[in-house]
């Protein structure tokens, strides 16, 4: 699909990062997957993951690739009995994927019993800094946020921990806004991290055909090794155990 990428958001093709090799789709197909650098989720020592909801596939695919990362899950609406319910509801409503819902329910269970559970609401009261200083993050971290919005409220404090990040992804809501725009140009200028993917919500393309809400993964621009205990062959024997898929991306149509 071509995208027509308005004038607000040109600034993202400086940073893309053109030859990136070892990329993977985790989540599946559906909504709430992602396109991330291989090699960052292997050398995080935890995944902050903020706006769970009620997918895990990314993150039950992401504890599949690095068996000894910590799972941090931000998110007040979740619980398993709400799971439930929402399981046996769409098992039994008509033109409804049921079996598919119950399918969630348990890989909720099943990862939810590796995960630190936070029920707040990530923002301007709880941002970045409060999850690191609250759980004593003393290691490398891979961030993934989907909070519909508020993912503004963040930027300032992703921004003075980005020493100690190994990857990022997150969706950016509302971006026909010119303030929110402004904020993202910002935000990516004084990261200074590499775009290695960058994915719209088809669903949210306006009559102009520009993109109201994408997802973009980063990784620092630093040159990333392979952890020791791993090696290349590591990737192409496990890549195809995740719920997504291994991937390679032209994204010479994206940026001319």
């Known amino acids: 699909m071509k995208i027509n990428i308005p004038n607000s958001l040109s600034f993202v093709k400086e940073f893309f ?25 292997l050398l995080s020592n935890y995944l902050i993951s903020g ?20 799972l941090v899950f931000i998110d007040p609406t979740t619980s398993k009995i709400r ?7 769409h098992f039994f409503k008509k033109g409804q994927s049921g079996y598919y819902s119950l399918s969630e329910f348990f890989n909720y ?30 290691g490398r971290f891979f961030l993934k946020l989907d909070i519909e919005g508020f993912e503004y409220d963040l930027l300032d404090s992703i921004v003075t921990k980005k020493d100690k990040i190994e990857g990022i992804c997150i ?16 935000f990516v ?29 980063f990784v620092p621009k630093v040159e990333v090794s392979w952890p020791k205990k791993y090696d290349e062959s590591y990737y192409l024997q496990n890549c195809n155990l995740l719920s997504g898929e291994a991937i390679v991306i032209d994204h010479d149509s994206l940026l001319q």
């Open 51 to 70: 706006g769970v909801g009620s997918n895990v596939r990314f993150e039950s695919d992401f504890k599949l690739i690095n068996k000894d990362v910590k």
């Open 83 to 89: 799971m439930f319910i929402r399981a046996i509801y």
């Open 109 to 138: 269970l099943q990862i939810n019993n590796h995960a630190t559970n936070i029920y707040k609401y990530l923002g301007k009261q709880y941002t970045i800094d409060s999850v690191c200083d609250d759980l004593q993050i003393a």
């Open 189 to 217: 200028r004084q990261l200074d991290f590499s775009i290695v993917n960058l994915s719209v919500n088809e669903l949210s393309m306006n009559d102009f055909g520009q993109p109201d809400i994408i997802e973009i993964s």
């Open 17 to 41: 990062k053109a030859d990136s090799k070892y990329l993977a789709k985790l989540g599946g197909f559906t909504d709430g997957s992602y396109i991330v650098d291989y090699r960052s989720v």
């Open 171 to 186: 969706e950016f809501h509302d971006l026909s806004k010119s303030d929110n725009a402004r904020l993202l140009e910002k």
